[in-house]
């Protein structure tokens, strides 16, 4: 989104707003920046509809507090150990505390530390990779001891083992993100803020798509609602939408169709590349896992954070890269290859509870037991055709259209707004401030009570 030049800097409550794309607001306090940045554009009827949602932001309510994080969950980054570096190796500054959570930023201070004493990248096997003595003469080292050779050495060891750690971790962080509101945290703030009525929209279906999941059988909130919409139609009759903004988190057919062939191209390419990241991440899940797949129940050991975060990234990357290869009437490269979708890992007490009401196991679940590992589909290993997925749907009864197995997502109509609740570990809590309390004490958890924070629940209960 940088090939704007010249863009006005957005203003402070545009500039908020444009940020939280990037964040994980609730929707009461983008709507209530709304407010702020079409003030006196909006009709009577629009402020109104507005107003309802923004009385629970945070600025009204709850005296600015809630419970739950505005952000998603940081990468560690590896200041302590860049630190040690600096002092250990020459000309070799401290990173800044920012600088220090960007992977690409420590990989340049080990190669550089590395350098130094003749380390190669990647070669840690503290028995083979080490210079001897003579070595280390002849690369200059003479004059450094071993124990100081080795201990240079063991600090790059267990640097290189951080930025693994945090590749992983910013590779995670970033398919939660994408599993939820697609790429509209790769947008450019400045570049959303040239058009309010755009910025707006984005900004506050951003904030429905990054909902916190409820425990409950009844079904998540759908992230398309009457705000979501009522933004939507003032975009429709503007001259200004940057619509290639809005595709990059709401690509249905009506947004995909004011974009050029060009441009629809380009979110084609966007959305493959995100489907090889999510590949990936799948796969290294998958081998932690003691999976079932005819059932997807969470077992004892199962990394079923890593599998959610990847399914959900693959999932929302499937069903765009499919819409745009609809959008340029290319849908024929699913009679090729078409990987199927990914369901994700189920708490047993969801499932229990399920069960319990009368429900049943997602209907998906034996479609996606039956087909190929779809990661081995896109690199090639595994082949699954519409026809092979079509087949499989019509033996377990479903529509491969209606339920996105062989189509992009469709739109369903606008859900009613409802208030954002503080969760702790899925289930709503009314109060913020006992919602902290709970989460602090281990409620919820699957977990004993901390005796510390489980005293003070008794206290204040009491």
Same mark, same amino acid.
């Given at each position: 989104?940088? &090939?704007?030049?010249?863009?006005?800097?957005?203003?402070?409550?545009?500039?908020?707003?444009? %940020?939280?794309?990037?964040?994980?607001?609730?929707?009461? &306090?983008?709507?209530?920046?709304?407010?702020?940045?079409?003030?006196?554009?909006?009709?009577?009827?629009?402020?109104?509809?507005?107003?309802?949602?923004?009385?629970?932001?945070?600025?009204? $309510?709850?005296h600015g507090y809630t419970s739950m994080l505005e952000e998603f969950a940081p990468v560690v980054g590896a200041q302590n150990q860049v630190a040690t570096v600096a002092v250990l190796f020459d000309a070799i500054d401290r990173l800044g505390d920012r600088a220090a959570d960007d992977p690409a930023a420590v990989e340049q201070v080990i190669r550089t530390a590395s350098e130094q004493i003749g380390k190669p990248f990647g070669g840690n096997d503290f028995l083979t990779d080490r210079l001897n003595r003579e070595q280390r003469a002849a690369a200059g080292l003479g004059e450094l001891s071993k124990r100081r050779y080795n201990k240079r050495f063991r600090l790059l060891q267990r640097l290189e083992a951080k930025l693994a750690t945090m590749v992983r971790a910013t590779l995670e962080r970033d398919a939660i993100m994408l599993g939820k509101s697609g790429l509209a945290s790769r947008l450019d703030p400045v570049r959303l803020a040239a058009d309010p009525d755009t910025a707006c929209f984005v900004a506050y279906l951003t904030a429905r798509s990054n909902l916190r999941s409820e425990f409950t059988v009844t079904g998540q909130q759908r992230p398309y609602d009457q705000i979501a919409d009522l933004l939507?139609?003032? @975009?429709?009759?503007?001259?200004?939408?940057?619509?290639?903004?809005v595709a990059h988190l709401y690509p249905v057919p009506e947004v995909l169709a004011r974009l050029t062939d060009e441009q629809r191209g380009r979110l084609l390419g966007l959305w493959y590349r995100e489907l090889g990241k999510a590949a990936d991440l799948l796969e290294r899940a998958y081998l932690r896992c003691r999976m079932d797949r005819e059932r997807m129940v969470v077992q004892r050991g199962d990394d079923s954070s890593a599998w959610n975060a990847a399914a959900a990234a693959w999932n929302t990357a499937r069903a765009h890269w499919i819409s745009a290869l609809e959008a340029? &009437? $290319? %849908?024929?490269? @699913?009679?090729?290859?078409?990987?199927?979708?990914?369901?994700?890992?189920?708490?047993?007490?969801?499932v229990a509870w399920h069960l319990a009401t009368g429900g049943a196991l997602h209907p998906d679940t034996p479609v996606w037991a039956e087909l190929p590992l779809p990661w081995l589909v896109?690199?090639?290993?595994?082949?699954?055709?519409?026809?092979?997925?079509?087949? %499989?749907?019509?033996?377990?009864?479903?529509?491969?259209?209606?339920?996105?197995?062989? %189509?992009?997502?469709?739109?369903?109509?606008?859900?009613?707004?409802?208030?954002?609740?503080?969760?702790?570990?899925?289930?709503?809590?009314?109060?913020?401030?006992?919602?902290?309390?709970?989460?602090?004490a281990g409620v919820f958890s699957g977990k004993p009570l901390r005796p510390a924070a489980g005293e003070l629940f008794a206290s204040e209960s009491g």
């Open positions: 989104m940088s &090939d704007e030049p010249d863009l006005p800097r957005p203003t402070a409550p545009m500039a908020e707003l444009c %940020a939280s794309v990037r964040l994980r607001r609730r929707p009461e &306090d983008v709507a209530d920046l709304v407010l702020a940045v079409l003030d006196g554009r909006l009709s009577h009827a629009e402020r109104n509809q507005l107003a309802v949602a923004a009385r629970g932001s945070l600025r009204l $309510a709850w939507l139609r003032r @975009l429709r009759g503007h001259a200004g939408t940057d619509w290639w903004a340029l &009437d $290319a %849908a024929e490269v @699913l009679d090729a290859v078409c990987p199927g979708k990914v369901l994700k890992l189920m708490a047993a007490d969801v896109l690199r090639g290993h595994e082949h699954c055709h519409r026809a092979t997925v079509e087949a %499989a749907c019509a033996r377990h009864g479903r529509n491969p259209v209606a339920t996105g197995w062989t %189509a992009g997502r469709r739109p369903h109509g606008a859900a009613p707004f409802r208030p954002t609740p503080d969760l702790v570990h899925g289930v709503t809590v009314a109060d913020p401030l006992l919602a902290q309390l709970l989460r602090t």
